[in-house]
């Protein structure tokens, strides 16, 4: 099945700074990535996501770049702020093993002001 | 209010007692599915249905049934809980066709004795 790889585990970046997540996925097959931002004690939330027709997308401070023919996967966010620390999880999926998401371990994302 | 909910939010049990962890969701969505959180092992699929009467294993689905007669509702059961199923437990949901994003529960923490 789909084997998704996430790093760095935890990242420490001070407030104003950028931040970087990336992703490798196993299967060639796979066609949408949704990256999921979990702070602490609630539940994962869909920050963004990417379909495998398109090589990168913005929403204000956050991007994801998607590179298909290498398998991999970031997470950009720029200015970071506090209220930006939480862990974020990348997932990949296809239909054809159920459009289940198959998810990174997770990055531990803390912002020092 | 577009939601999925979870009950209950917190389990303590013992070994050997069957317990059932419901889930429902008001989004007519095909898909749910269950995850366990561990730490440092991401979010990890227990079972998944993409429709009524329709279920099928994830990757840890060793000690969980689930059942899928209503299209709203997905409970998880556990019938002779375990130690080692002491986790955090989210149900999900999402549209099948497209793809759209995937709505978490609150969460279930569940402490095995």
Sequence with gaps: GENVEQHPSTLSVQEGDSAVIKCTYSDSASNYFPWYKQELGKRPQLIIDIRSNVGEKKDQRIAVTLNKTAKHFSLHITETQPEDSAVYFCAASNSNSGYALNFGKGTSLLVTP | ?????????????????????????????????????????????????MNVEVTDKGDVPEGYKVSRKEKRNFPLILESPSPNQTSLYFCASRRLQGWDEQYFGPGTRLTVT
């Excluded at chain 2, 962890?21 to 998944?48: F, K």
């Design chain 2, 1 to 49: 209010e577009a939601q999925v909910t979870q009950n209950p939010r917190y389990l303590i049990t013992v070994t050997g007692k069957k317990l059932t962890v419901t889930c429902s969701q008001n989004m007519n969505h095909e898909y749910m599915s269950w995850y366990r959180q561990d730490p440092g092992l991401g979010l990890r699929q227990i079972y998944y249905s």
